[in-house]
C-alpha cells in the first residue's frame, strides 16, 4: 500500500458508523498507509479541513442577550409600562419597574453564561498533544493540528484524540463509559466489525474516551465537529425549543400584550366617539394599559423560585437554573439512564458458581488467587474480586503470570506453595473452557469434559448472560514445583472449575423512589446504552412497571413522526448511541410532555440538553453538569422525588400571582373602560388607577411564602395560558359585574358628585381586588385554607393603606374626599356579596378553557388568542 503520487485532494465520506468499513478500505479510501502521511499532504488537509478542534459558535455580546431578552413580549410591555409611568410623572413606578427588570435579565444572562461552560468542559475531556506518524517518523504534535489519514499512536494513560480505527492492539482497553454508559472496559483490537451500534465498535477509538491498558495504533477517520465527541458537543450548543416555562411566560406575555391592545383600542374609539380624544381620555387610556402590566411579576417570580431554591438545596438537590424548578415540577415523564441512578455504578461480584450451577468456596478462593498475583493493568473485575472474597492464603506465593490479552481472552498465574504448584486461569468463558480437557464437579472429583458436558456448562453461561451478568470463567493446571515460567501451551489440559458472575447492583432504594414518582404522576423510562438483556435484568429485580422495548437500530429505523408516535407507550429503550437519546426526548417534548433527563456521562449532554429539565448528579462527568439545569448532590430518585414537590409548590404560588393578577387587572381595567362609556366623566384619574395598580401588586408579594394545597402537589402541572384566559374571561367580568353595581348605586342611590364617587369607587375596587386575594389562593373553600402569615400581613396591610390614602387628608393631593358612612356600609356589603360568590364561581373557572385552547401546548404555535379577543 502506498501513498499516491498525484496532489491531495478531497475523498467521500465515512458513513456514520465509520468502523463497519473495512480497514483495507479505509486506508484507500483515506489515502494514507501504516507509516502515516508525509508532512506535505497533512499540511494540504489541515488548510482544506481544518484544525481537529470542536467547532464552537462565537459567544454572543452582552448587549445581544441583553436585547433578545428585551424584545419578549412581557419584558416589552413592562418597559413600555415603565416609561409611560414615567412621562406621567410616577416615578416610584418607573424606578420599581426598571429595576426589577434589569434583575429579571441580569439573572437570565448569569445563567446563560453558565450554561456556556458545558463547551468549555467538553474541551477539557480532549487530548492536547498525541504521537503522530508523519513522514514515518513519530512526532509529539498538538491535538488541533491532526487530519483525516493520520496514524497515532496511543499508550496506556492516554486520551484519545479523533475517531479512527485499530490498526494494531496490544492489550489495549479503553474507558468508554462516558460515550456508552457501559461499565466494564472496552477491548480492543483489529478485525471487521458488522454491528453499528457504537458500544460493540471494538475496532475503533473514540475522540474523548481514553486508554487504560495497553498500547495501540489508530487510523484518524473524523476529526473535529465530525466525531462523535463533536457531535454531542454541536448539541449541547444548539438552540432548542423553548422549554415548558419559557413558553408559559412567552404565552403569558402575549396574552397580556393582546388584551390591552384590545382594552386600549376600544377606551380609544369610545371616547373618540363619544367627546374626540383629549389629552385627558388618552392618558386615561395609557394608564388602562398600565394598569392591566403586571409589573412586579418578575420579581414574584424570581423570590419564588428562589426561595424554591433555597428548600431544595436543603434536599441535596442544586439548581442552576431558577426556572427549572417548575420544570421539574411540570414534569410529566423522567427519562433516566441506569448506571448510577438504578444501579450502584459499580462493578460487585455477586456469586461464584460451580460447574453445575451451584454456590462455590472453591472458583471464589482461585479467582482470588488469580486477580490478587496478576500482574499488568487491573481491571474493574479484579478490583471487585479482591472487595469480594478473602485474601489468598499466606503460604501461597507468586511464582511466573502471562498478562491478559485479547488474542487469548485470558490471564494466567503461576503459583506455588509447599508440595503444591498450580496454574489458574481467567477469562471469557468459551475462551477458558475451550482450553479444558476436565472438570471438577466438586465433591464427585475430576471427570473428562466431554460434549454433554461441555454443553451444560454453555447453558449455564447462556441463562447468565440473559440475566445482564457478566462472566469469568475460571480454571487449574497442577504443575510440577520446579517450573519457574509459563507458557500459551502451559494453558491446556486444564480442569474446568466454574465461573464468577459480576453486575452493577441495583440501587436498594429504586423501587420505592420510582413508586414515588409515579404516584406523583411521573412515568420513568430507561434510556441506555446497555444490552438488551441488562435492562430486562434490571427491570426484573427491581420490579419495575414497564411495556414495550426498542434498541438503537428500532430508532434509527423510525422517522422523527414514527417515533414521536411510539415513545408514549415505549418505557425501555435499548442500546440506544448519545444522539438517539436526544431524538427520543424530543419526540416525547413533541407528543406534549414535560420531560426531564437524568444522566452522569457525556453520553449524556445531548438528552439533558435536549430536555425540558436535564439532571445530573455530583458525580457526573463535567460535560453533564454543565449541561444540566438541576444537580442532584445524591445520586437517588427519592431526591428527585422530593424536589419535583417543591417544583409543584414553586409552580402553584406564580399560578396564583398569574390567576390573580391576570384577572383582577382585567376585571378592574374592564370596569373603567364601560364606566367611561356612559359616566361624563372619567371613573378614575390616571394617577389614581397606577395608586391602585401599585398598591394591589404591592399586596401580592407575600405570594412567594405562601403554602400551597395538597392536591396541587399530587400531579404535575403544565403551564396552561388557555386555562389562564379562561379563569381571566370568567373572573374579571364577575369583578366588573360588580363594580357596574357599585356604579349604580353611587350614581343612582348616593347621588355621589364626581370626587366621592371616585373616591367610593377606588376603595371598593381596591378591597374587592386584594380580599379575593383570599379566595383564588387555594382550590378549596377558602375558610378551609389559612394563608401564610406573609401573605396575609402584605394583603391586608396594602388594604389598610389603601383605605387609609382615600379617606384620610393624606389622599386630598391625590384627588381623593371623605365619604359617608352609609356608602362604606354600602361597599362594605357588595363586598362581602363579590367574595362569596367568586367563591362559588371558583371551581367552574378553574377548570374552564376556551374552546380550541385547553391544550397547554396549543399556545406555542399558534394565534388562536387573536380569535377570542377580535384581533384575529
Partial sequence: MTQPAPPDTPFHCFPKAFWTVPLDAAFSELRS????????????????????????????????????????????????????????????????????????????????????????????????TATVLRDGHPLELPVKDLVRGDVVRLRAGDLVPADGFVIASHGAMANEASLTGEPYPSEKSTGPCSSSLLAEARNAFFAGTSLIAGD???????????????????????????????????????????????????????????????????????????????????????????????????????????????????????????????????????????????????????????????????????????????????????????PFDFERRRSSVLVSRSGEGQIVSKGAPEAILDRCTHVDLGDKGVTHLD?????????????????????????????????????????????????????????????????????????????????AAVVSNLVQILH???????TGDDVDRLSDAALADQVASVDLFVRVSPDQKGRIVRALRTRG??????????????????????????????????????????????????????????????????RMGTSSNFGNMLSMALASLILPFLPLMPLQILINNLLYDLSEIGIPFDSADAKSLAKPHAWNIGSVLGFTLIMGPLSSLFDITTFVMLSTVFKADVEVFRTAWFVESIATQILVIFVIRTALPFWTSRPSPILAATSLGALFGAVVLALTPLGRPLGFVPIPASILAAIAGITLTYLLVAEAVKPFATRWSPKGLHNPLHFRNSGALWGYLGLK
Fill in 33 to 128: 498507509q501504516p507509516s502515516g502521511l508525509s508532512s506535505v499532504a497533512a499540511a494540504e488537509r489541515l488548510k482544506r479541513e481544518g484544525p481537529n478542534l470542536v467547532n464552537a459558535r462565537a459567544r454572543r455580546s452582552l448587549w445581544s442577550k441583553a436585547l433578545r431578552r428585551v424584545l419578549e413580549p412581557l419584558t416589552a410591555i413592562l418597559l413600555l409600562s415603565a416609561a409611560i409611568s414615567g412621562m406621567a410623572g410616577d416615578w416610584q413606578s418607573f424606578i420599581i419597574i426598571v429595576l426589577i427588570v434589569a434583575l429579571s435579565i441580569g439573572l437570565d444572562i448569569y445563567q446563560e453564561n453558565e450554561a456556556e461552560a458545558a463547551i468549555d468542559a467538553l474541551k477539557k475531556s480532549v487530548a492536547v
Fill in 593 to 658: 410532555y414535560t420531560v426531564g433527563f437524568l444522566g452522569d456521562g457525556i453520553n449524556d449532554a445531548t438528552a439533558i440538553h435536549a430536555a425540558d429539565v436535564g439532571l445530573s448528579v455530583e458525580g457526573g462527568t463535567d460535560v453533564a453538569r454543565d449541561a444540566a439545569d438541576i444537580i442532584l448532590l445524591q445520586s437517588d430518585l427519592n431526591v428527585l422525588a422530593d424536589g419535583v414537590a417543591e417544583g409543584r409548590r414553586t409552580y402553584a404560588n406564580i399560578m396564583k400571582y398569574v
Fill in 216 to 402: 495501540a495504533s489508530m487510523l484518524v477517520a473524523e476529526t473535529g465537529a465530525a466525531t462523535t465527541f463533536g457531535a454531542i458537543a454541536a448539541s449541547v450548543e444548539a438552540k432548542e425549543p423553548m422549554t415548558a416555562f419559557e413558553s408559559g411566560v412567552h404565552g403569558l406575555g402575549m396574552l397580556i400584550l393582546r388584551l390591552t391592545v384590545f382594552l386600549v383600542l376600544f377606551v380609544l374609539l369610545t371616547q373618540l366617539a363619544r367627546h374626540g380624544l383629549s389629552l385627558e381620555s388618552f392618558m386615561f387610556a395609557v394608564a388602562l394599559a398600565v394598569g392591566l402590566t403586571p409589573e412586579l411579576l418578575p420579581m414574584i417570580m424570581t423570590v419564588t423560585l428562589a426561595r424554591g431554591a433555597l428548600r431544595m438545596a436543603k434536599r441535596k438537590v442544586v439548581v442552576k437554573r431558577l426556572s427549572a424548578i417548575h420544570d421539574l415540577g411540570a414534569m410529566d415523564v423522567l427519562c433516566t439512564d441506569k448506571t448510577g441512578t438504578l444501579t450502584e455504578a459499580k462493578i460487585a461480584l455477586v456469586e461464584t458458581l460451580d460447574c453445575e450451577g451451584q454456590a462455590s468456596e472453591n472458583v471464589a478462593r482461585l479467582i482470588r488467587l488469580n486477580s490478587q498475583f496478576a500482574s499488568g493493568a487491573r481491571s474493574n473485575l479484579d478490583d471487585a474480586v479482591i472487595a469480594a472474597t478473602a485474601p489468598a492464603e499466606a503460604n501461597w506465593s507468586l511464582v511466573a503470570d502471562m
Fill in 544 to 550: 419495575l412497571p414497564s411495556t414495550g422495548m426498542l
Fill in 451 to 531: 460434549a454433554e458436558r461441555k454443553a451444560a456448562i454453555t447453558s449455564i453461561f447462556e441463562s447468565k448472560g440473559k440475566e445482564g451478568l457478566r462472566l469469568l470463567g475460571v480454571a487449574r493446571r497442577t504443575m510440577p514445583l520446579d517450573r519457574r515460567e509459563i507458557g500459551i501451551g502451559d494453558e491446556s489440559d486444564m480442569t474446568f472449575v466454574g465461573v464468577a458472575s459480576f453486575l452493577d447492583p441495583p440501587k436498594s432504594s429504586a423501587t420505592a423512589a420510582v413508586a414515588k414518582l409515579i404516584d406523583a404522576g411521573v412515568a420513568v423510562k430507561i434510556i441506555s446504552g446497555d444490552a
